[in-house]
């Protein structure tokens, strides 16, 4: 028998020429996104090759001054001051229509794929959001996406702009002598070498720059909304120590970048200034300068030194380039990666009862079960409440309903059949749900509780809903009522005022289906009498699956279900699970100790 073959390491050659592939295909890419702008881009195109132009015709207009002045041929200076005032006219109207017309197809650009990636955000199953922090998703929206601006924009001006003065100018300079010419450009190759190692290099930096601003803006976002946390228990230093260790990562990679370009300019430069002396002391001798006039001479030094500024702008076009494709690529994890899986054909016309048959579910990357072999029954139109510690799977079930998260084993029934057979919206939209940690956007008390597909509901209804979650209770009191502004995640507002929106936004949902995780946690007493009575009507009739602590809540369900580490020990009404002595008698007993001690 033959060992087991040891792969073999990818050679560096082999390495660069994958990385350079792999490059040019993220580009090309990245370019289709320009390609329904094709016009835009002849425009552009056609402006830079008119700047261009206008960059050649001052080499020439610099060989009749030259030629002029030797043969004392001075009436030809109305032309030549007419002629100069032309040239700079058309280098300005073609450099303003190519650097619109350029900067019209990078923002069109940036704008769809930033509008794509937001899109594929919101589709993105849940474990995904769990493996990304919120700060490193910003940063590509907003640094990464910005970073591939340059690459469509800077990068195409530049290469259009500095590529077609190189055209002409070189253009001019073969017109006027070959051989000169050829010396010139024999300093080609040697320039092309320094900017692949350069670009190498500059990728890998564009890369953890990238992941560094990430780690910038997820530090400053949970400090931010951690503020009162972070004051209370002393976290000043701590917090403080860790923004500024992401932010010398940052200007590390940064400074490591500028010294990579900062060389590559000077060096560039120097084999430029290397070919400029051969060309100056070859063409002095006299079988190379052939037929050439003084002014021609002049003219083609000139050529030859201006050539030199578009050159050096070129070899940045790598760099943007690299910078561009490496956020490119970030960006385009995000789209390629899958969305929730919606193969569901089925639309859900009535809801019947709902049932987990021997389900198991672990969530992605781990290996315990977060629900074992669990088997439940939630008739319709009957409130099911959930007790157990924290982690005993409570909410894990609960967000199995909306297919917030998918790939158990075993089955999840609606009406008799697969969960997974209806379609996701159709099914979410009969689900109305309030969680603990409320959820609130950065519009008006009315928004919030009219959200999304709610948004075109008439203020009575919305003041309906609002009056049966007691939102009233406070909302009157304020100058702007429903209409008041709440801030971001409803800054503005008490825990247990949040709280009651979202109740509020549940009622005027109506859904047949209410999932309430820990709805009443943020009210205080009288809150919560209140709420409980509002809650009472507004369960009446619907398949309600409801996660308490409180005993006021949990006493009133038609099935009281006791978790432990993913499976079901008890489950039964609230005076059956009392006569057993059980896990809910224990927990029972310690919630009105605590109650009467409170």
């Known amino acids: 028998m033959q060992p087991n073959a040891v792969k073999a390491p990818v050679p560096e050659r082999d390495k660069g020429r994958l990385e350079s592939a792999s490059v040019w295909k993220l580009y090309r890419r990245l370019l289709t996104y320009a390609r329904p702008l094709w016009l835009a881009f002849l425009v552009s195109f056609i402006g830079f090759a008119i700047y261009g132009l206008g960059q050649a015709l001052s080499a020439k207009w610099l060989e009749m001054v030259v030629d002029t002045v030797q043969a004392n ?37 940036i704008h769809t794929l930033r509008t794509e990636v937001f899109e594929r955000l919101l589709k993105l199953p849940s474990h995904y959001y769990a493996r990304n922090s919120s700060g490193e998703l910003l940063a590509k929206l907003t640094y990464n996406v910005e970073q591939v601006t340059g690459a469509v924009t800077n990068a195409l001006k530049t290469l259009f702009r500095e590529g077609l003065t190189v055209v002409g100018l070189l253009g001019y300079m073969l017109f006027l002598n070959w051989k000169l010419t050829l010396i010139f450009i024999a300093a080609g190759p040697l320039i092309a070498l320094v900017v692949s190692v350069a670009a190498k290099r500059m990728r890998r930096l564009s890369r953890r720059i990238q992941q560094s601003v990430g780690d910038i803006t997820e530090s400053a976002s949970e400090s931010i909304k951690g503020y009162q946390v972070v004051r209370i228990f002393g976290g000043e230093e701590a917090e403080k120590d860790r923004f500024q260790q992401a932010s010398l990562k940052n200007k590390r990679q940064f400074m490591k970048l500028v010294v990579t370009q900062s060389l590559n300019t000077p060096i560039i430069q120097f084999l430029v200034a290397l ?65 929730e899986q919606d193969q569901g054909s089925r639309d859900v016309e009535t809801i019947g009862d709902i049932e987990f048959r021997h389900l198991s579910f672990s969530y992605p990357g781990t290996e315990r079960a977060a629900l074992n072999d669990l088997s439940l029954l939630l008739p319709q139109g009957k409130t099911v409440a959930l007790v157990g510690r924290s982690g005993s799977g409570k909410s894990t079930l609960a967000s199995l309903l909306p297919r917030f998260n998918d790939g158990w084993s075993g089955e999840l029934l609606l009406n008799g059949l697969p969960l997974q057979d209806f379609k996701l919206d159709g099914l979410r939209d009969q689900i109305a749900l309030v969680n603990q940690n409320v959820v609130l956007f950065n519009g008006t008390i009315a928004e919030n509780i009219a959200y999304g597909s709610m948004a075109d509901a008439s203020e009575e209804a919305i003041l309906a809903a609002a009056e049966a979650a007691h939102v009233t209770e406070f909302v009157n009191k304020m100058p702007e009522g429903i209409h008041t502004l709440v801030g971001e995640d409803g800054v503005m507002l008490s825990g247990g005022q949040r709280q009651r929106i979202a109740i509020a936004r549940a009622i005027l ?90």
């Open 275 to 339: 070919a400029l002396s051969a060309l100056l002391f070859l063409a002095m001798h006299p079988d190379v300068m052939g037929t050439l006039t003084t002014g021609g001479f002049v003219a083609f030094l000139t050529a030859a030194g201006m050539i030199t500024k578009p050159l050096r702008q070129l070899t940045n076009v790598i760099s943007i380039v690299q910078k561009g494709v490496a956020a490119a690529e970030s960006l385009f994890e995000v789209l390629d990666e899958p969305a």
């Open 73 to 109: 041929e001075y009436d030809k200076r109305w032309f030549l001051a007419l002629a100069v005032l032309g040239i700079f006219l058309l280098r300005g109207v073609g450099a303003f229509i190519g650097n619109y017309c350029i900067a019209f197809v990078g923002r069109e650009v």
């Open 509 to 598: 949902k109506d859904a047949p289906i209410l999932i309430l995780d820990e709805a009443t946690s943020a009210l205080d007493t009288e809150s919560e009498r209140h709420i409980q009575a509002a809650l009472e009507e507004v369960i009446k009739g619907r398949t309600t699956l409801v996660i308490a602590h409180r005993l006021s809540t949990i006493e009133r369900a038609d099935i009281i279900v006791v978790m432990e580490d993913g499976q079901i020990v008890e489950q039964g009404s609230h005076s059956e699970l009392l006569e057993q002595q059980g896990a809910y008698a224990r927990f029972h007993i310690l919630q009105t100790d605590a109650d009467s001690g409170a």
